[in-house]
């Protein structure tokens, strides 16, 4: 892919070419003045290019003693073919620089120099006990550990003018130190505040705990002699580096084809979803589900409705009417919506048992869901509506039921049906999608915790339909 450079090769006389342009996310990451700066969160948002950018900045190469560090946690890592040291030959000979390769390292023509070096075991990080660093780039730092990347920090000083940076980018990862480092920038769900992008915090470090605060005075009055740092986090994604996809147009194929979870992070950037978490629906089960025939009831059919009535925020208002008349329990009919009125929503609900007439309708009643129950009761006075209020035990014991149901085989999706990434990302120690929304599986949840009286009231039922 890229061309190769060879030890030593001379410096071109004058420069020939020039560093791409950046792509406003990666800007964004070459303006910010944090001391500690942190890019990236999804796959392929030109990460490793935006650290070369940022320690190629005019300003710095200009300095005849400026030495820029960038490390990868493997020396493979670097010299790989794509590494770094491939893309930065690519760029830094057109800007005048001279490789010297068994040194991994670039010189530019005013005496400045950008070097890569590895870290792969955390005693290596005493080779640099004696260094200067003015500016410390971790290329996917959470390879590293933290105790590495904070050691390189006390190592920063600069006696030559150049404010000591230190400079990461990064894939989501739950489970990394960073995660808890950066969770102020990432919201429940996991994923990045968009308008948190880039804002500066400041925090000390005290017994090994990173203290925040808004303002570097705030720390300074509550803490008189210590030194707060600045850090920031700039999330970007595929989508903001379309020279990729361009490139490689299968890049985002390959991404969508990969499992829930790790769409959910490398695609979307997600910093919750845990790789060790288990989940509540096994995929064989799930997958098993939507691929019988559908069935035909013997005596007519009869139905049990499911509504979770979510208003704003991110899950939608689901209800979800289902066949309960044999075995398999088949879904028939969903709503689900997301920015329609409270009325819109129980209008949509009243049609739809309205159309199915089912045995019994179950309804959460958390939050507006008393408002749903009572309209409901008051439209379709000859059924049944119960409410579930869902506490924490109610919520493990009637997602329980219907995960059981699914792995015996008792339930039949429609081919097409969209709900099964939610019942994928659901997880069994939260009892919450780890990818944010789960009303459809709630929706189901509700529907079964009335299950059996749904089922005695379906046994009559079927005499009285026509
Ligand atoms: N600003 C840019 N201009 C042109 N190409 C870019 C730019 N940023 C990234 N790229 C290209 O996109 C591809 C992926 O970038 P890279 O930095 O390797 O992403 P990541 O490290 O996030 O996987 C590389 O081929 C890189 O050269
Ligand atoms: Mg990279």
């Known amino acids: 892919m890229a061309a190769k450079v060879r030890a030593n090769s001379r410096a071109l006389a004058t420069p020939t070419g020039s560093l791409p342009e950046p792509q406003p996310k990666q800007k964004e990451f070459l303006k910010t003045e944090a001391d500690i700066a942190i890019y990236g969160g999804a796959a392929g948002s030109g990460k490793s290019l935006a650290l070369l950018l940022d320690f190629a900045k005019p300003r710095l190469l200009e300095n005849p003693n400026y030495g820029g560090v960038i490390f990868r946690r493997t020396y493979p890592e670097i010299k790989n073919e794509g590494g770094l040291w491939d893309e930065s030959g690519l760029w830094y000979p057109g800007i005048g620089a001279s490789a010297n390769e068994n040194r991994l390292t ?13 870290l792969q ?40 003018g150049v404010k000591p940076q230190l400079r990461g980018t990064c894939n989501p990862d739950a489970e990394s130190w960073l995660a808890e480092v950066i969770d102020w920038w990432i919201n429940p769900q996991g994923y990045p505040y968009p308008e948190r992008s880039g804002k500066l915090r400041w925090f000390i470090v005290r017994n090994d705990e990173l203290i925040w605060a808004d303002s570097a005075e705030e720390l300074r ?25 361009e490139k490689d147009p299968n890049y ?94 129980i209008t949509a609900c009243s049609k739809l048992i309205e159309q199915y ?63 099964t990434d939610q019942l994928r990302a659901f997880s069994k120690e939260t009892r919450e999608a780890i990818t944010g929304h789960d009303d459809s599986v709630m929706a189901w949840a509700v529907a079964f915790a009335y299950i059996e009286e749904a089922r005695q009231l379906a046994m009559i039922n079927p005499l009285l339909l026509s």
């Not at 670039?106 to 590895?118: K, L, M, T, V």
């Not at 979870?261 to 799930?286: C, H, Q, T």
């Open 106 to 118: 670039w010189n530019f023509p005013s005496g400045a120099s950008i070097r890569f070096s590895h």
């Open 121 to 160: 075991h955390e005693k290596d990080i005493y080779r640099w006990q004696g260094a200067q660093l003015e500016r410390c780039g971790f290329d996917e730092i959470t390879h590293f550990s933290k105790k590495m990347v904070f050691y390189l920090l006390t190592r920063m000083r600069s006696p030559h």
């Open 221 to 245: 009055s509550r803490f008189p002699s210590s030194n707060p740092k600045s850090f920031t986090f700039i999330s970007a994604k595929l989508t903001d580096n379309p020279a990729l996809l």
């Open 252 to 345: 985002l194929a390959n991404l969508e084809a990969q499992d829930v979870v790790e769409r959910a992070r490398l695609l979307d950037g997600n910093w919750r979803v845990k790789k060790s978490e288990s989940r509540l629906f096994k995929a064989a089960a799930i997958d098993a589900s939507a691929h019988g025939a559908w069935v035909e009831p013997v005596f007519g059919r009869s139905y049990l409705v499911g509504i979770d009535p979510n208003f704003g925020g991110n899950d939608a208002f689901c209800c979800q009417v289902w066949d309960i008349s044999n075995t398999p329990y088949q879904l028939v009919s969903e709503y689900s919506a997301t920015n329609e009125s409270i009325t819109a929503s």
């Open 357 to 419: 007439k089912p045995a019994l309708v179950s309804v959460e009643v958390n939050g507006g869901g008393r408002t749903v129950q009572e309209r409901l009761i008051e439209f379709h006075p000859g059924i049944r509506v119960e409410g579930v209020n869902t506490t924490k035990a109610s919520k493990v014991i009637n997602t329980d039921r219907i995960a059981i149901a699914l792995e015996e085989g008792l339930i039949q999706f429609p081919p097409d049906w969209g709900g």
